[in-house]
């Protein structure tokens, strides 16, 4: 079955995943919500997350599944992670077509 819209769907699962990733990446390097390294949380009696940071997960967890490989790959760091996160990206394309594939099916149920 060949869907137009379920391609569609794919290119735009593809397209959210690389720009998670470098969303992801760019928090990961930049540290725009200004988060304390595991030192200064260790001399804090509390610390909470920014509330963006938090929407900011659940956006990333949301839009792109395939990032609950990154269970397997916490607090590694180099090639390991970097593979997972091309492999979370690459999945996205399966998981949107299918997203795609159901709506289309449904606008074709309406008709």
């Given amino acids: 079955m060949k869907s137009r819209l379920a391609r ?9 995943g690389v720009t998670v990733a470098l969303l992801w990446w760019y928090v990961r390097i930049f540290n725009p919500f200004h988060l304390p390294t595991w030192q200064q949380i260790a001399h804090s009696s509390y610390y909470s997350a920014p509330l963006t940071y938090w929407i900011f997960q659940d956006i990333v967890s949301v839009l792109c599944p395939g990032t609950f490989l990154q269970i ?3 607090e590694m760091r180099g090639w390991f992670s970097w593979f997972m996160w091309i492999l979370a990206v690459f999945l996205n394309i399966p998981i949107y077509y299918g997203i795609g594939l159901v709506v289309d099916a449904l606008m074709k149920r309406r008709r």
């Fill in 8 to 16: 569609r769907f794919a290119i735009l699962g593809l397209a959210i």
């Fill in 72 to 74: 397997f790959t916490m």
